[in-house]
DNA sequence: ACTGGCATGTAAATCGTTACATGATTCT
DNA sequence: AGAATCATGTAACGATTTACATGCCAGT
């Protein structure tokens, strides 16, 4: 039962209904917690029969009506509870460094060319991450945020996905071109 | 299926039991895969029995007996199948990032301790990478390694996971410096 | 005698992914 | 008319975690 503290954390920030949660999951809180929107909607459900938010009708204009959830007291208890239990180890899952691990062994070709996709998807990330930093910091220098802004929490996770993704492209990069240096001196050898 | 795959990336590098795989997947493995070892013996054992690893006793001498792994040929195969495929996105949790995007709302005293808990873990662990990719490269210069020597993969894994590390301390120390100031600002004002 | 590390598994309960299902509205 | 986006769910299957279970050997 880790997934609906992330989903209280999110909640935390602004309201949402289940389609907005997972537009958010696949951007911001996509750095600290991998969701996909099935378990976003049957989380959602769970959390609000056991009282930790509450939903209710948002009628719209021109599209479908939705249902957003608030965080309620329960919920706020439940994620200081959280907060005083001690963190499980960081979970990690990457296909891609499993390619690289085993890179000598099988071609490199293929592995090559994902990194260099994964580098530029990291690229529109971190375009992605300076622009919702600015506007969350609004015309305010970043020191002075951080002292005194409100919503302090998301700016700081998003400077770790910005730094995340910063570090991601730089060693996607690096080690494409190793392993295309490498295949250049195999070919030469033949 | 796709533990499987980094369970025979790990085992291209060398044969190993199932204690030892866990053992790796708690050390170097575990920058790009979580598993716990219970998943490693139930793994291996699917592995085996579907002939992607060859499993072979080895008697020990002062403690208990072991079967080691060795990746097969059709192992190789289904790697090279793997590589190929598109990988699925990063699947990252951890609940650190979960309790900081919810500091603001929630008391900062334990968030400010495990970051400082944290940030000494990722120490240890940068002096651990830094000393595996002494003894991997040997002797050579680095530039030297990545161009000629053998088992790069393992390496260039693990300056992924020594770069990682070094961003998650400083964020870390970063991110506390930051509540701390704002938790004294709060009590001043009382 | 006890602790800690080595060594391997099974079973039950929970969690996560994939496939299926539906339907409105806007834009091209 | 068709595609894209908004909007929400259920059911089946597969993967993961937790608890249970066992036993050897070395060092203190």
Redesign the pocket.
Known sequence: ???RHAVLAALLDSDF????L??AFDVGVANFW??????L?????KLEKEGLVAGREVV?????????FTVTGAGVAELERFAAAEP?PT?I?DDLLVKVQAADRVGAGHVVRQLDERAAAATTRIAAFEALLARLRGDQAEDDYLRHGTRIGPYLTCLRGLALERETREWCTGTASVLRAREAAHAEQI
């Open positions: 039962m880790a997934l209904s289940g389609y907005q997972a537009k991998h969701a996909l929107p099935q378990q909607y049957t989380e959602l459900a719209q204009h021109g599209r479908p009506n939705k249902r957003v499980k979970f899952r």
